[in-house]
């Protein structure tokens, strides 16, 4: 099992979830080959900030403006599935503090609570679909995003299905606990089905999701981009952003790190990029930021607080993470997210060869 030291209410949450639910959010890969800790928040947190003095700074603002949109700060909350295993409200109590804060939230298609009732909450949500399979199927589920209101779509294109057994934390799969408790999700046509995982996805089938996408005035991000040749093409075929991420190092512990990926990233596309995976306080988003990143996504943090306290412990991580993002930007001297750069780092580990 992974350290759980820099998960907020992770004691809270083992005793509310139980053991086996407890091992799914946090355990790891069983390629770890027993390696404990999160590889991603280690890898943000050998960064460190430069604070400039005597800038005569009037004032700060923590907003950033993406896909037309002007957020609270560079702050988003990423995709889980099955919410209402892990909380009877599901991600209500999330989508009511994201509207507090004005943040994005990513809803995974296994979601169990239907989209119109987050999105009725909160205007700002996407719908995260699994990138790979008929396009029937995308066809359908764009179409729901639409009438949900849904600001966009966002595909995964590398995990979270597996073509072997058992790939996930603890061998738990969370589409049998939903299907068992008689609930459905709500990117099933019906009850709860199997993610596709072939066919993939080519370039000129992405382009056509990205076309029909278009056609409905729903921007599309890919997720799982670790190579700037990957955010180049997603940008060729018409996506409006990708999402840096290994996915949290849950299926596999042997990707390449998203944080060490992130310049060379930014330096392929001029689309907006997305960090995902390692996020655990609004100084790790401002870092993040430094390193090329718009906007950073947290998914077990909030999963976490969810489970330990409902939407007051939602809300008191996600406040303090503004507050964070507050108080550095005004230590660091700048008016806003958009002037830091890798200028305001002391250090940058040199990146793997991609
Ligand atoms: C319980 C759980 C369920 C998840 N379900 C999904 C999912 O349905 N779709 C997806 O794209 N990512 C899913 N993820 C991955 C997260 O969105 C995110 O990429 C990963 O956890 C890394 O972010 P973190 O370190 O902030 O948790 C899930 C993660 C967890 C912990």
């Known amino acids: ?9 992770a004691e809270a949450t083992r005793a509310k979830l139980g053991d086996t639910l407890y091992r799914y959010l946090l355990g790891g890969a069983r390629d770890a080959g027993g390696a404990d800790g999160d590889a991603n928040a280690a890898a943000l947190r050998r960064y460190r900030l430069l604070p400039r003095l005597l800038t005569g700074l009037e004032g700060v603002d923590t907003g950033v403006s993406l896909w037309g949109h ?26 009511a503090v994201c509207r507090r804060l004005a943040l994005p939230l990513i809803v995974s298609e296994e979601t169990v609570t239907p989209l119109a009732e987050i999105t009725a909450i909160h205007d700002a949500c996407w719908l995260q679909l699994r990138g790979a399979g008929p396009l029937e199927r995308v066809v359908r589920l764009l179409d729901m995003a639409v009438e949900s209101g849904a600001m966009g779509v966002i595909f995964t294109a590398l995990a979270p299905t597996h073509p072997a057994p058992d790939m996930q934390p603890g061998g738990f799969s ?13 990117g099933a046509a019906a009850g709860v089905e199997a993610l596709p995982t072939f066919p993939a996805w080519s370039a000129e089938t ?13 921007p599309v991000l890919l997720k ?35 944080v060490d990926r992130l310049a060379s ?4 596309t001029s689309l907006p990029v997305a960090l995902d995976g ?28 969810l489970a330990a306290g409902g939407e007051e412990a939602v809300a008191s991580l996600l406040t303090s993470w503004c507050d964070d993002i507050l108080a550095m930007l005004t230590w660091c001297g700048v008016d806003g997210v958009d002037a830091l750069g890798p200028d305001f780092l002391a250090s940058s580990p040199s990146e793997e060869p991609s």
Do not use: K, Y
């Open 206 to 218: 992405f382009t056509e999701v990205c076309r029909l996408a278009d056609m409905r005035g729903l």
């Open 278 to 305: 390692g996020v655990r306080s609004g100084t790790d988003a401002l870092i993040a930021r430094c390193l090329g990143a718009d906007v950073s996504l947290a998914a077990r943090p909030v999963l976490s607080a």
């Open 1 to 9: 099992m992974r350290s759980a030291d820099n998960l907020p209410f």
């Open 174 to 186: 969370i589409s049998e606990e939903i299907a068992a408790r008689g609930w459905s999700t709500i």
């Open 70 to 95: 002007r957020f609270g700060a560079p702050l988003a909350v990423g995709a889980f599935a099955g919410d209402r295993v892990f909380h009877a409200d599901g991600l209500l109590p999330v989508a």
């Open 224 to 258: 799982g981009v670790l190579r700037g040749e990957d955010a180049a093409l997603a940008e060729a075929c018409g996506a409006s952003g990708v999402i840096v991420s290994n996915i949290g190092l849950r299926q596999s512990a042997r990707w390449a790190l998203g």
């Open 265 to 268: 990233i930014r330096a392929a």
